[in-house]
């Protein structure tokens, strides 16, 4: 898209405290680039989708979980107060849309976890359709992968194949696939490929035990080399 399309919105960059947000208040204020206040026609096309019914139904139930994840909300003033886990969520939210086979895509070094997940589903009354990353064992030269770019090298390594891992679960007719530590780009695959819709239990970041948000708490602080991309490249 070109420039003279802009401005574009950079919503992360916007100084307008909460509460005198357009997008929070009728009588806020928007900054360069809004998109509540900007874009009429594309946010008009937008609100369109909702007059679908399986697509209102969907909104309309995850707009109620995000409301039942706090408690005591009609105190006031109201603090927040929130009380329910992402993985509770997940599975308040499947029941509310009647679902009852869950797709559940994991990374082999989250076994473990998966395994886990796998039993808290299945208590829930789910019915759980899992399927590993490395699954078809197919060799990384398959995709152009010199020995020099395998993990461990001088050995045998399968790619992860997320694809496979999205074609097998469409063929098991999933109502709802969860991902757990699927790597950079190869859930990016998954959510191309996969038909049912998707949510995301935990994304993979090697280094602080799976909680990527870590390093960017931290990135004025002890993390401070990811904001330069020099140092965090070494």
């Given at each position: 898209?070109?420039?003279?399309?802009?401005?574009?919105p950079?919503?992360?960059?916007?100084?307008?405290?909460?509460?005198?947000?357009?997008?929070?208040?009728?009588?806020?204020?928007?900054?360069?680039?809004?998109?509540?206040?900007?874009?009429n026609?594309?946010?008009?096309?937008?609100?369109k989708?909702?007059?679908?019914p399986?697509?209102?139904?969907?909104?309309?139930?995850?707009?109620?979980?995000?409301g039942?994840?706090?408690?005591?909300?009609?105190?006031?003033?109201y603090?927040?107060?929130?009380?329910?886990?992402?993985?509770?969520?997940?599975?308040?939210?499947?029941?509310?849309?009647?679902?009852?086979?869950?797709?559940?895509?994991?990374?082999?070094?989250?076994?473990?976890?998966?395994?886990?997940?796998?039993?808290?589903?299945?208590?829930?009354?789910?019915?759980?359709?899992s399927?590993?990353c490395?699954?078809?064992?197919?060799?990384?030269?398959?995709?152009?992968?010199?020995?020099?770019?395998?993990?461990?090298?001088?050995?045998?390594?399968?790619?992860?194949?997320?694809i496979?891992?999205?074609?097998?679960?469409?063929?098991?007719?999933?109502?709802?696939?969860?991902?757990?530590?699927?790597?950079?780009?190869?859930?990016?695959?998954?959510?191309?490929?996969?038909?049912?819709?998707?949510?995301?239990?935990?994304?993979?970041?090697?280094?602080?035990?799976?909680?990527?948000?870590a390093?960017?708490?931290?990135s004025?602080?002890?993390?401070?080399k990811i904001?330069?991309?020099?140092?965090?490249?070494?």
């Open positions: 898209m070109s420039k003279k399309n802009g401005p574009f950079s919503c992360a960059s916007c100084e307008i405290i909460r509460p005198k947000k357009i997008c929070f208040s009728s009588e806020g204020a928007g900054s360069k680039g809004c998109p509540t206040l900007l874009n026609k594309t946010l008009n096309e937008a609100v989708q909702y007059e679908n399986q697509t209102k139904e969907f909104a309309r139930q995850a707009s109620i979980q995000e039942e994840c706090y408690a005591n909300r009609h105190q006031r003033p603090v927040m107060q929130p009380t329910k886990t992402r993985i509770v969520e997940i599975c308040e939210f499947a029941q509310k849309m009647g679902y009852q086979r869950l797709g559940l895509a994991f990374c082999i070094g989250l076994t473990k976890e998966a395994k886990a997940v796998e039993r808290i589903f299945k208590a829930h009354g789910f019915e759980v359709i399927v590993v490395k699954a078809g064992r197919i060799p990384k030269e398959k995709i152009g992968i010199k020995d020099k770019e395998k993990i461990v090298q001088g050995t045998e390594e399968a790619m992860c194949n997320p496979y891992q999205a074609k097998i679960l469409n063929m098991a007719k999933t109502e709802f696939n969860v991902l757990l530590g699927l790597c950079v780009g190869h859930d990016s695959l998954f959510f191309k490929y996969a038909k049912a819709p998707i949510t995301v239990l935990a994304v993979k970041d090697r280094v602080t035990g799976h909680n990527p948000l390093a960017v708490y931290l004025e602080s002890y993390y401070r904001a330069v991309p020099s140092v965090s490249k070494g």
